[in-house]
């Protein structure tokens, strides 16, 4: 485990996320999942909320290169979470869990189920709702189709506060984690940044060109976060 900016951070691999992803999915319990970036600590830095929200998550990977830089190089790996998404649907599919997704613009939850369901093709998807705000949900849809695996897309902050607040009226989900902007991704709506400018920690200058609107994100994650990160550092 490590801290950054006071927000816990696991220390592991994808491979040993997925096997504890697959013991949460095997107990009686529900458990919820974060994906914190440079964007998730500097919102967290103000909002005392959000931070408790994170903190109290039963996993918590880092999706975001800034974070390795942060660390010091301890953190083992990055964990995207577009790439956590096809690995917990592979997982789903052998195992024959179900998985629902929630969120995005318009159409774009179930397209992305459809890309997911030509990835694999027994995968059992039990349903999708998209909305970009957490007041729009129907949770006895939701209920309804009593999914094992929940992802939710309402942006970061929203997303993980609402699987806090709505998690114990879902009883059928055993896993649920907010994945921001990854439906644009998994449904081709969006193109993901070369695997070089990947590897580099340059991804953000890729999305920047792409999707101006995204440079306020783009500047807490590029810019504010290092500051912070020092700062934090120089107190310590």
């Keep these: 485990m490590i801290k950054i900016l006071g927000v816990k951070i696991d220390n592991t691999t994808k491979y040993q996320a997925m096997q504890k992803i697959a013991s949460f999915l095997k107990s009686e319990k529900q458990h919820?999942?974060?994906t914190p970036n440079p964007e998730f600590l500097v919102a967290a830095?103000?909002?005392?909320e959000f931070k408790k929200v994170l903190n109290k998550a039963d996993l918590s990977l880092?999706?975001?290169?800034?974070l390795v830089f942060a660390s010091l190089f301890k953190i083992k790996e990055r964990i995207t979470g577009t790439d956590l998404i096809e690995d917990?649907?592979?997982?789903?599919?052998?195992?024959?869990?179900?998985?629902?997704?929630?969120g995005g613009e318009k159409d774009i939850a179930h397209l992305s189920s459809c890309k997911l369901q030509k990835k694999c093709k027994r995968l059992k998807i039990a349903g999708y709702q998209d909305g970009m705000t957490s007041e729009s949900t129907n949770l006895d849809h939701i209920n309804v189709a009593q999914p094992d695996i929940l992802f939710v897309a309402?942006?970061?902050?929203?997303?993980?506060?609402?699987?806090k607040e709505n998690l114990h009226s879902l009883p059928s989900v055993k896993i649920a984690i907010g994945i921001g902007g990854a439906f644009d991704y998994i449904?081709?709506?969006?193109?993901?940044?070369?695997?070089?400018?990947?590897?580099?920690?340059?991804?953000?200058m890729y999305r920047l060109a792409k999707q101006p609107k995204r440079a306020?994100?783009?500047?807490?994650?590029?810019?504010?976060?290092?500051?912070?990160?020092?700062i934090?550092?120089?107190?310590?």
């Design 232 to 236: 934090d550092k120089i107190k310590q």
């Design 88 to 102: 917990i649907c592979k997982h789903a599919e052998k195992h024959c869990y179900t998985i629902y997704l929630l």
């Design 154 to 163: 309402f942006g970061h902050i929203k997303q993980e506060k609402w699987i």
């Design 45 to 48: 830095n103000k909002d005392k």
């Design 216 to 230: 306020k994100r783009i500047y807490d994650a590029v810019i504010k976060f290092p500051i912070l990160v020092i």
């Design 62 to 66: 880092p999706d975001g290169v800034g």
């Design 187 to 204: 449904s081709g709506r969006v193109n993901r940044a070369p695997v070089i400018m990947r590897g580099l920690g340059l991804e953000w």
């Design 32 to 34: 919820y999942i974060v």
